[in-house]
Structure formats: structure tokens, C-alpha cells
């Protein structure tokens, strides 16, 4: 299974863009990277998902690497509603089963 | 939002007794997922399900049975309920189960506090 690392903690100041990076050197061909986010003691929600291009939604971009071992997550305008516990996730499992592991994700704390 | 509801929301009970935790949908999903979650380690998965009366085992499933008798309800039971299990616990469900690519929809969360 792949597996993912990203950085404990991360700060970011109001108003400008949080770049989330995420290493998954081991992830195969057809597994896609997720991200979700956890605002306090809520259930996770999600944010975006890449396979290999480039992905942009209303809430964020995803940036991944040609050789796919690596991703960013940018969030281009932080506020403090964004400080929360964002996972990285490589989609593991069978084709009609696959589960999301999550890891220990990277809690990003926006200042004003 | 989507239509997921956990229950109890809270609960506090003794060791070795028996608890049962309920997830709710009604969104009609056919993949539904019992994670729990402590500090230091995350989100882990419990159990899982791929349709009715189909369930598999996740990371740390020792201790923990599911039933899942008809598509809305996901029951997750602890059938003697140590202190080890304390923690905060959410019921996901996914329309594809990730092979097209579907997202994990989140319920609010049961915490359990066993004593």
C-alpha cells in the first residue's frame, strides 16, 4: 500500500496561499491522492483529488509532480477558517472495495 | 450536507458492557465506513461496507463486529467494551467506494468514553 508523509505542523499568515506538501514516493499508476480536512473535533470533509494532472476546485489546487511521487496542496487566499488537520491520501484497496487510510496529516495554523 | 446520522453522540459506559453505535444515511450510498480516532493516531478504520450484509475488516478492526441488514443502517458493536476503545468515532459513506473516484462523506462523530 502507499504510503504517504507530510510535515506535523505548518503556519500560515491570513491572506496568503498555504502550500501543503506531501511525499507518496510508492504510489502506483492508478492510485489517486486525496485531501481532506479536519476543522476541531468535526468529521473530515473533502477537499480535492488528482490523479496526475494539475486539479483546481472552489476551495483549493492540487500541484502534483510529473514522476507523481510527490503533491501540494495550495489553498491561495488562508484565513483563519482554515486552520485545521489536512491528510494526504493515496487510495488503497481493491477495484470495488478501496478504503482511505489516513495518516497523521499536517496541522496547519493560520495567523492573522 | 450529506445525510449521515450518528448515534448515539455521546456515551458513557463500563467496561465489559456491550455498546452498540449506529450510522444513519440517507443518501442511498452503497459504501459505508466505521473509522475512529485518537490523538496521535489519526483516522484509523474499523470495518467497512460494500453492500448490504457485505463488510471486511480495516486496520484495527480486533474487537469491534459490524451488521449492515439493509443499505441505510451501518452498525458498529463493541461486544465487551474495554478502556482501549474510548475514543471518538466516525461513520463515513462513499456512492462508488473509490473506484470512480468518489469522495468519503462524514458523520459528525460518536465519543465514547468507557470506564
Known amino acids: 500500500d502507499a504510503k504517504t508523509t507530510q510535515p506535523p505542523s505548518m503556519d500560515c499568515a491570513e491572506g496568503r496561499a498555504a502550500n501543503l506538501p506531501c511525499n507518496h514516493s510508492t504510489i502506483s499508476g492508478n492510485e489517486y491522492v486525496y485531501w481532506y480536512r479536519q476543522i476541531h473535533s468535526q468529521g473530515p470533509q473533502y477537499i480535492i483529488h488528482g490523479l496526475k494532472n494539475n486539479e483546481t476546485n472552489e476551495m483549493a489546487s492540487l500541484i502534483i509532480t510529473e514522476d507523481r511521487k510527490s503533491s501540494t496542496l495550495i489553498l491561495p487566499h488562508a484565513t483563519l477558517r482554515d486552520t485545521a488537520v489536512y491528510y494526504c491520501?493515496?487510495?488503497?484497496?481493491?477495484?470495488?472495495?478501496?478504503?482511505?487510510?489516513f495518516g497523521q496529516g499536517t496541522t496547519l495554523q493560520v495567523k492573522p | 450536507d450529506a445525510g449521515i446520522t450518528q448515534s448515539p453522540r455521546h456515551k458513557v459506559t463500563e467496561t465489559g458492557t456491550p455498546v452498540t453505535l449506529r450510522c444513519h444515511q440517507t443518501e442511498n450510498h452503497r459504501y459505508m465506513y466505521w473509522y475512529r480516532q485518537d490523538p496521535g493516531h489519526g483516522l484509523r478504520l474499523i470495518h467497512y461496507?460494500?453492500?448490504?450484509?457485505?463488510?471486511d475488516k480495516g486496520e484495527v478492526s480486533d474487537g469491534y463486529s459490524v451488521s449492515r441488514s439493509k443499505t441505510e443502517d451501518f452498525l458498529l458493536t463493541l461486544e465487551s467494551a474495554t478502556s482501549s476503545q474510548t475514543s471518538v468515532y466516525f461513520c463515513a459513506i462513499s456512492e462508488s467506494g473509490f473506484a470512480n473516484t468518489g469522495e468519503l462523506f462524514f458523520g459528525e462523530g460518536s465519543r465514547l468514553t468507557v470506564l
Open positions: 461496507s460494500y453492500g448490504v450484509k457485505d463488510t
Open positions: 491520501i493515496v487510495r488503497v484497496g481493491t477495484f470495488n472495495t478501496g478504503k482511505l487510510i
